[in-house]
């Protein structure tokens, strides 16, 4: 892997965007990493898609260093506000999107805002398509996001019932793994909790944004895991269902190795 490259910084009114910026290809590449990573992990893509793209490899708010100081709680308009204020002092006019995991969904959200300028849109096993019930019930309500914010300060009790569901098979035992990897320190839980009520308005529209795939010229490109048990390929039928025009690429792996896998393909 190269040497990470530096770290730049766009601020606006109460919001810092952490960004890297790496290869000279003439097209534009606006990156969104996974939960727990940051920007550094797209640097996998720089030796495969630097001569085609120059790539903005974007930190998600509570991860890496951008920094978001107002209403914690993000919404569309916002995030269109100051992705339009980034790419107006960057000087880019069309661009491409890829997402991974939790970057999935800021990727869709930003289709959504943008679609007429896109040229390219690489989902890499994309949140935001298929919402989940355990998520639907930690976030959706005041009373469900105080039950989950129990749950995380009383890890043996999530334990105990994560494990219970998993016998009943109403939770796969890869699924619990990750679950516990995830949530194995204090820091990581409050992560898990922020990241997850925080970004819960950022919820793409996938009937409006097929509308907006199957109008405009989007290159539209998919990849998932064969063995992934977080995202796994079934998530992707709500878009795929409606789309006239996609590309799929399902790779023998699980969740973790798909930005590796996905940047020899692209």
Known sequence: MPHATRIQFFDVQDTRIAFRVFGSGPAVLLAFHGFGQSSVVFEHLQRAIGSRFTVFAIDLFLHGQSLHTGNPLLTKTSWQRLLDAFLETHGIERFSLMGFSLGGRFALATTEAFASRVDELLLIAPDGITRSFW?????????????????????????????????LGLLNRTAMRFAELSLSTP?????????????????????????LLNTHPVRVRLFAGAFDRIVPGRYLLPLTDRLHRFELTVFRTGHNHLIELTAERV
């Open 187 to 211: 820091a990581q839980r409050d992560l898990v909790y922020r990241s997850w009520t925080q970004f819960r308005l950022i919820s793409p529209r996938i009937p409006a944004i097929a509308q």
């Open 135 to 167: 998520y639907q019930l930690a976030t959706s309500t005041r009373a469900g996001r105080a039950l989950f914010r129990y749950m995380l300060h009383h890890l043996p009790i999530l334990t105990d019932v994560g494990h219970t569901l998993v016998q």
